[in-house]
């Protein structure tokens, strides 16, 4: 299986905030924010699969994280570096915000 990581040039800042609006998505970010490689499976205990699926997607093809797989498992990491590189201070700002991606 062949997966879409986009290079940092080819981040665009409408699809990492998409990313990053969905309240599923930004409190897997705020999992993966310590840097920690993760399996797939501990990040949104609760989520259906087929949901979590659709989430990985979008969160990897925005670049936001990056999915190695390992036989039938996949493994997670925030791509921190290349976001900060491409987006100077977006994480940062998005992580800080308490609120950011709670139901309200």
Excluded: N
Excluded at 50 to 56: I, M
Aim: glycine residues 8%; charged residues 20%.
């Amino acid at each position: 299986m062949t997966l879409l990581h986009p290079s940092p040039e080819q981040f665009r800042l409408e699809e990492v905030l998409t990313a990053l609006g969905h309240p599923v998505r930004a409190a897997i970010v705020r999992t993966l924010a310590p840097g920690e490689e993760m399996f797939c499976g501990v990040i949104a205990p609760g989520v259906p699969k087929s949901t979590l699926t659709h989430h990985w997607r979008v969160l990897r093809e925005s670049g936001v994280i990056w999915q190695r797989p390992s036989g039938r498992k996949f493994y997670i990491t925030l791509r921190r570096g290349d976001l900060d590189a491409r987006f100077p201070g977006l994480l940062d700002l998005v992580l800080s915000e308490e609120s950011f991606g709670q139901a309200a």
